[in-house]
């Protein structure tokens, strides 16, 4: 479950100031939900707000259990290293990098039988960046 | 928190002087060229070192300790936008930016500088530090000042996008005022009346007093060195933490 409570955030805009949330009080409770909104209207703020990477302007979130970094939003992952170096990072900031290279092949190798389920490939390695080819 | 800084190291080096196919050489030619370059210009003109007796030796010492302040100065400006991406990770803070950036610099400017010495050692034959504890507590006092300077420098880069240049113009006479290539006592006292405002310089004449025996220049004061460095970092820790977060582009 995930909750705000009263949480109020604005961005500088140019000169003026645009509110994203205002004063909102809401409750997510465990399932899938989608997010709609027009260009602009704080879907990405709201997902990064909750994921902890930006700070309310005011009041809390709290969530239970653990919330991952929003995903698929072209941050995180550096171009100009490897898959492998990526996900070194990640595993390394999340404290699951057991200092073993093996560890993170093991993990790759978990995602890349994951994402053919989904007929994906997934190249990582030594390729300058990571490809998703279909 | 430590656990990202140490990732954000390994990241960093990695990105940084991986690239460019000498890498981490870069680090140690750079001042090694100001180095050559001054001493050209100087034995051009005739000029002895104002102190001890290799040239080389006095030239390195001013322009290792001032490219240490320089180097944290800089980069601990870039270290929100170079990292943007990587912010997007919530265990990913900004000041682990800072203090990856900070130790990485340290420890690189470190190298070349050990590195440049022992081998005006082997060279030259110029002797080692005099009071290497007195050296030691002089680098700890320039990196103590570039990380504040880096840090304010980043947190007036995300309030005021034309800081980085401002903060060019302001730094650029550093280089000339802060005795990489003279030591206050052979200036006139009206200079030297203006100078003893830089920080810099107090801690390449402490450098000085600790590499040479018998060198004792009146003129450092420790605490305006240590106060400058502790002031910028404690006001650049502190914009960190309570200023609106800013625009990070």
Not at chain 1, 39 to 59: V, W
Not at chain 2, 105 to 108: K, R
Not at chain 2, 170 to 190: H, N
């Given at each position: 479950m995930i909750q705000l409570i009263d949480v109020s955030k604005a961005y500088k805009v140019g000169r003026g100031r645009k509110n994203i949330l205002t004063t909102a009080t809401l409750t997510f409770e465990r399932r899938n939900?989608?997010?709609?909104?027009?260009?602009?209207?704080?879907?990405?703020?709201?997902?990064?707000?909750?994921?902890?990477?930006?700070?309310?302007?005011?009041?809390?979130?709290?969530?239970?259990?653990?919330?991952?970094?929003p995903l698929g939003f072209s941050g995180g992952f550096n171009g100009s290293t490897t898959g492998v170096d990526n996900t070194r990072f990640i595993s390394r900031i999340y404290g699951q990098d057991h200092g073993s290279r093996t560890g993170v092949r093991a993990r790759v190798l978990r995602a890349r039988r994951l994402l053919r389920h989904a007929r994906v490939d997934l190249f990582l390695g030594h390729a300058r960046a990571t490809r998703l080819r279909h | 928190m430590a656990r990202v800084i140490a990732a954000l190291l390994l990241r960093e080096t990695r990105v940084r002087f991986g690239r460019a196919q000498i890498g981490y050489l870069w680090a140690i030619i750079e001042p090694l060229a100001g180095v050559l370059i001054l001493a050209f210009v100087f034995q051009m003109?005739?000029?002895?070192?104002?102190?001890?007796?290799?040239?080389?030796?006095?030239?390195?010492?001013?322009?290792?300790?001032?490219?240490?302040q320089r180097r944290l100065a800089v980069q601990l400006s870039n270290a929100f936008n170079a990292n943007r991406a990587l912010l997007y990770f919530p265990v990913v803070q900004r000041i682990d930016t800072l203090i990856a950036r900070g130790i990485l610099?340290?420890?690189?400017s470190l190298l070349s500088m050990m590195i440049i010495i022992a081998g005006l050692m082997l060279i030259e034959g110029v002797p080692p530090p005099a009071h290497l504890d007195i050296f030691a507590t002089g680098i700890a006092a320039l990196a103590l000042l570039g990380f504040g300077l880096g840090t304010v420098n980043a947190i007036l880069g995300i309030h005021f996008s034309s800081w980085s240049h401002i903060e060019g113009l302001?730094?650029?006479?550093?280089?000339?005022?802060?005795?990489?290539?003279?030591?206050?006592?052979?200036?006139?006292?009206?200079?030297?009346?203006v100078?003893?405002?830089?920080?810099?310089?107090?801690?390449?004449?402490?450098?000085?007093?600790?590499?040479?025996?018998?060198?004792?220049?009146?003129?450092?004061?420790?605490?305006?060195?240590?106060?400058?460095?502790?002031?910028?970092?404690?006001?650049?820790?502190?914009?960190e933490r309570y200023l609106p977060p800013g625009n990070v582009s």
């Open positions: 939900i989608a997010v709609i909104g027009q260009n602009g209207a704080g879907k990405s703020t709201l997902l990064r707000l909750i994921a902890g990477a930006e700070r309310p302007d005011r009041g809390r979130i709290v969530t239970a259990g653990r919330v991952s970094w | 003109i005739g000029r002895a070192p104002n102190v001890g007796h290799s040239l080389y030796l006095f030239l390195a010492i001013g322009m290792l300790g001032f490219s240490l610099e340290t420890a690189t302001i730094s650029r006479p550093l280089f000339l005022m802060s005795g990489v290539f003279f030591t206050p006592d052979m200036l006139p006292s009206v200079l030297t009346d100078l003893t405002w830089n920080p810099i310089l107090h801690g390449i004449e402490w450098l000085r007093y600790g590499y040479y025996e018998g060198y004792r220049p009146d003129f450092i004061s420790v605490p305006y060195l240590l106060g400058w460095g502790l002031v910028t970092t404690l006001v650049g820790l502190a914009g």
